[in-house]
């Protein structure tokens, strides 16, 4: 089992570096959102190998602030030009 | 037996995500990425807790575990789907027209980009 976090970590870093390089600020929204779905496993794995009941409730509340976490920031992104032309506008 | 049932699914799980990640450095654009990089997630975390919960056993631990599987199919595809809403609207539909007019027009004119 230890060796399946491993190999799910290496995939993270591996997953994560082409988008974090790329070009347009959802390239690292995607690299981030990438990595809390590769967290969430790990600790699911982890739970398992120590055979803890508690630990999937870390994973949950992990997984429902990281996702929650990237849409707003989706979101932001898609509105704070707009905000500004308002303004302009007005 | 249900064990290595478990094993294998958790390894199969294992290969889709390798080949995920080869498919993300592959594709260059960023909307091929997204859905690749959506597929890895689902597919990872529908076999690995799978398996794991076959390797548990049916008890309280691995229902918390389907419980987990079901949140994160429920928000894991709407992230990214509002990822790629945002990167379209943000790229493409501001330059022509305003965001949200650009969707009505484009449900009108259905041309394919």
Known sequence: MLYTILIVLVLLFLSTIKNLKGSSVWDYLLGINLISTKIIIIIVLFATEMQLDYIIDFAIIYALTGFIGTIFVATFLLNHDKSNQKEEET | ?113
């Open chain 2, 1 to 113: 037996m249900l064990e290595i049932i478990g094993y294998i699914i958790v390894a199969i799980g294992l290969i889709f995500m390798i080949i995920g990640v080869v498919g993300i450095y592959k594709f260059n654009g960023f909307y091929e990425k997204i859905l690749v990089s959506s597929k890895i997630d689902t597919v990872g975390i529908i076999t690995i807790i799978l398996g794991l919960v076959f390797i548990n056993g049916f008890n309280m631990f691995s229902l918390r575990l389907l419980l987990l599987l079901a949140i994160v199919l429920l928000l894991g595809p709407l992230c990214t789907h509002i990822i790629a809403r945002s990167a379209f609207l943000g790229e493409k539909g501001e330059k022509g027209e305003k965001g949200e007019k650009s969707i009505k027009k484009r449900r009108k004119v259905r041309k394919v980009e």
